[in-house]
Structures are given as structure tokens and as C-alpha cells.
């Protein structure tokens, strides 16, 4: 919001609460709780009676507020980020506009509670109405609604994006038109729910139910299906990845036109253009897909043992559990993927010379993947970029990665042991090796 706001005196907040209890208990002298535009970041309102209580445009960043009752609360435009809301009850909570990134909604109760955009109006010289500079629209990225329950509530046009919904109950609520690209939905239960017109890129789905949802013209293409029933939801107009059986040439025909292709140097034949196709579980041990297209290809299980992908392009693809051990995959491609428990043992993951050119390569690009736990033991990716990538719990023993860039990583525990590190960037990253002489890492 436009103004600065003035911080909650602990005295103050404390005798407004006293106040707020005989309010809801309709005892003599009680009055409702109101902080609205009051700034009360980082406060403790744990297993308070917060119910009906005023906090439109509060800002409550940070705030501990496990177990407490928000019953029918005006949370209107409030600054939730950060803040700990788990076992909370917002039951019809009015909750338009909230900034809720990062918050923890585990196992809170959010049914009915409206979580659609919103935006507050304020008064200028004039006496004219005018909007804030800054947008007041509904913002969850990275919070957990871990099994939180919000049957009924009203999230349309909410951005829910990178939300962790997993085991959540979304019985009969309103997400149309919603973004849920990157969101965790695995096991919850959407029966009933409006997803129409959604936007999920790599939203995982596996084993949610979907009974009687309603996916009218829902973006699925890059969604995560595994173990998902669609068989009672309604599909019409809803764009999905291509079935293999459905694509008018056979792998074998696709993959003999290929080599053709590469053989010829693009004279005859034609490049596999596999992307978004669903081929998960397919054994690709030692084919020849050097520059052919993987983009947002299903790719899960599959064994690309041995496989050449030279300057093959993987990016967006769904990766997880593959098996690249020993693959050629020269400036291959894999941005922004889900490679999550891959296995690149061995692979050459170092640049391509690029033909007819002085001195000019394409390095491997795994910028931006999702490949926690995967294994890179003995892998040369010297000058592989890795920035912004989630590389936790990954296996590096042994890797060339001279030169590599690991900007902004995630690195959480990842082992580096017998790694060569030689001028290899860990600027901003979370975790990883410490810098040493041998990691001549951009200064922050």
C-alpha cells in the first residue's frame, strides 16, 4: 500500500485483545479487534480467538498465528507473507487481495474463505477515488497448504503458483481462470472443483481426485498425471501432452528418419520432433537423437543409456527417474525440466563445438531444472550452467565441473567429493562447496 503504516504498541495490541475475548464471548464492554492499517509484523497471536476480527490492510508479515480462530475475518488486502498459519480456522475468511507468499496454511481450515484479487481505493487531494501504484492481487507462491481444507472457498482468478496444495481438500471450489504452474496438488481431493480454463505447467496432479472436476479448457500439457484418474472429470477443450499412439508415425519410423537426417546433414529425412509427447518408461538405450526435440515431453522413466543427445533439446521436459548414464549429450538442453532422481553418471554434459565456427560451443544447459537427489558421479559438465537449478541432495563425486555455473542454485546438501571445481561460479547459492582457491566464485 501507497501509506506507511504505524507498528502495534505489545501493551496496546494486548488490551485490544482482552477487549476483542468479551467481544466474542457478547459479554458487557467488548469491542471487535480492529488493526486495520496497522502495522503488526512478527506479533504472537497463537491459539487466539481472532473471530470477525478487522485486519483489512494489516500487515501481518511474519506473524505467529498457529491454531488461532479467523473465523469470518476481514483480511481484506492484509500482508500474510511469511506468516504461520497452520491449524488455523479461517472459515469464511474474507481474505481478497492477501499477499500469502511463503506462508504455512498446514492443516488450517479455509472453507468458504474468499481468496479471489482484490484492491483497495484511497481518497486523493481531490476527494477522488484512486488505486494503489502496486497491484492488491491474491499472491501464494511458495506457501504450504499442506492437507489445509478449502472446500468451497473462492480462488478465482487467485495465483496459486509454486503452491504446495499437497493433500488438500478443494472440494467444490472456485480456481477458474486460476494459475497453478508449478503447484504440488498430489492426493488432493478436487471433486467437484472448478479448474476451467487453469493454467498448469508442471503442476503435479498424481493421484489427486478428480471427481466431477470440472478441467474445461485447462492448460495440462506439462502437468504431472502419474496415477491420475480423468475418467469422471470433465475434459472438454483441456490441452494435454500428445499420446505416443496418436502421433501418425511409429517410434521406429521417427527415429530412422532421424538418423537420416543427422547422417545427411539435414538433406534427408526429417528431426524427430517428439515434443510434447507422452513416452514415459521407454527404453531409448543407445539411439541416435542428436538435435532432436524433447520440449515438454513426458519423458519419466525413460532409459536413454548410452544415447547420443548431442544439442538435443529436453527443456521443460518431465525427466524424472530417467536414466542418462554414459549419454552423449553434448550442449544438450534441459532448462527449466523436471529431472528429479535422474541419473547422469558418467554422461558428457561439457559443451558442443559448434560446426563451421572458430572457437564458438554450446555448453549443456540445465538452468532452472527441478533435479533434487539425482546422481552426476564421474559426469563431465565442465562450463554446464546450473543457475537458479534445485540441485539438492545431488551426487556430484567425482565430476569435471571446471568452469560450471551455479548461480543461484539450490545445493542443499549435495556432495562434491573429488569434484574438479576449477573457476566454477557459486555466487548466491544455497549450499554447495565452500569457496576455496580451486572455486573462483563471482563475489556477491
Known amino acids: 500500500m501507497s501509506e506507511t503504516l504505524t507498528k502495534i504498541d505489545a501493551k496496546k495490541l494486548n488490551e485490544l485483545l482482552v477487549k476483542h475475548r468479551r467481544y466474542v464471548r457478547r459479554l458487557k464492554d467488548g469491542t471487535r479487534l480492529n488493526l486495520a492499517f496497522v502495522d503488526a509484523s512478527g506479533v504472537d497471536l497463537a491459539g487466539h480467538d481472532l473471530t470477525e476480527a478487522e485486519l483489512r490492510g494489516c500487515n501481518l508479515s511474519g506473524a505467529k498465528l498457529t491454531g488461532a480462530i479467523l473465523v469470518r475475518a476481514h483480511l481484506f488486502g492484509a500482508n500474510l507473507s511469511n506468516a504461520d498459519l497452520s491449524k488455523a480456522d479461517l472459515r469464511r475468511a474474507d481474505m481478497r487481495g492477501c499477499d500469502l507468499r511463503s506462508a504455512n496454511f498446514e492443516d488450517a481450515i479455509m472453507v468458504e474463505s474468499d481468496l479471489r484479487d482484490g484492491m483497495f481505493l484511497f481518497k486523493n487531494a481531490d ?5 494503489p501504484n502496486e497491484s492488491q492481487t491474491v499472491d501464494a507462491e ?56 487453469t493454467q498448469m505447467n508442471k503442476t503435479v496432479l ?32 483441456a490441452k494435454f501432452t500428445k499420446q505416443f499412439d496418436s502421433l501418425e508415425q511409429s517410434i521406429q519410423d521417427i527415429i530412422k528418419s532421424h538418423i537420416k537426417w543427422v547422417q545427411s546433414l539435414g538433406k534427408e529425412g526429417a528431426q524427430a520432433d517428439l515434443s510434447k509427447v507422452k513416452m514415459a518408461d521407454t527404453n531409448f538405450t543407445k539411439v541416435p537423437f542428436n538435435a532432436a526435440n524433447f520440449e515438454m515431453a513426458v519423458l519419466s522413466g525413460c532409459d536413454f543409456t548410452g544415447a547420443e543427445l548431442i544439442m538435443a533439446n529436453l527443456a521443460n521436459a518431465d525427466c524424472r527417474n530417467a536414466k542418462f548414464n554414459g549419454a552423449d549429450m553434448k550442449g544438450a538442453v534441459m532448462r527449466g525440466g523436471q529431472m528429479n532422481n535422474c541419473d547422469f553418471e558418467g554422461a558428457k554434459l561439457c559443451p558442443q563445438q559448434l560446426h563451421g565456427s572458430t572457437g564458438l560451443e554450446c555448453p549443456a544447459d540445465f538452468s532452472n ?76
Open 127 to 131: 476527494g477522488d477515488f484512486t488505486p
Open 369 to 444: 531444472v527441478r533435479g533434487t537427489a539425482s546422481n552426476f558421479r564421474s559426469a563431465d559438465a565442465t562450463k554446464a550452467k546450473f543457475e537458479g537449478a534445485d540441485l539438492s541432495q545431488c551426487d556430484f563425486t567425482g565430476a569435471i565441473l571446471r568452469g560450471a555455473r551455479f548461480k543461484n542454485a539450490k545445493l542443499q546438501n549435495a556432495i562434491f567429493t573429488g569434484a574438479k571445481l576449477d573457476d566454477a561460479d557459486f555466487t548466491g547459492s544455497d549450499g554447495g562447496p565452500k569457496q576455496t582457491s580451486q572455486v573462483k566464485a563471482v563475489a556477491s
Open 206 to 237: 498424481s493421484g489427486a481426485f478428480l471427481n466431477g472436476t470440472n478441467l474445461e479448457g485447462a492448460n495440462l500439457v506439462t502437468a504431472i498425471v502419474t496415477r491420475t484418474d480423468f475418467s469422471k472429470a470433465d475434459l472438454s477443450k
Open 142 to 197: 511458495g506457501a504450504s497448504m499442506k492437507n489445509a481444507d478449502l472446500s468451497g472457498s473462492k480462488l478465482t482468478g487467485g495465483i496459486l503458483r509454486n503452491t504446495d496444495l499437497t493433500g488438500a481438500k478443494l472440494v467444490g471450489a472456485n480456481l477458474t481462470n486460476a494459475n497453478l504452474n508449478g503447484a504440488t496438488l498430489e492426493g488432493a481431493d478436487l471433486s467437484g472443483a472448478n479448474l476451467s480454463k
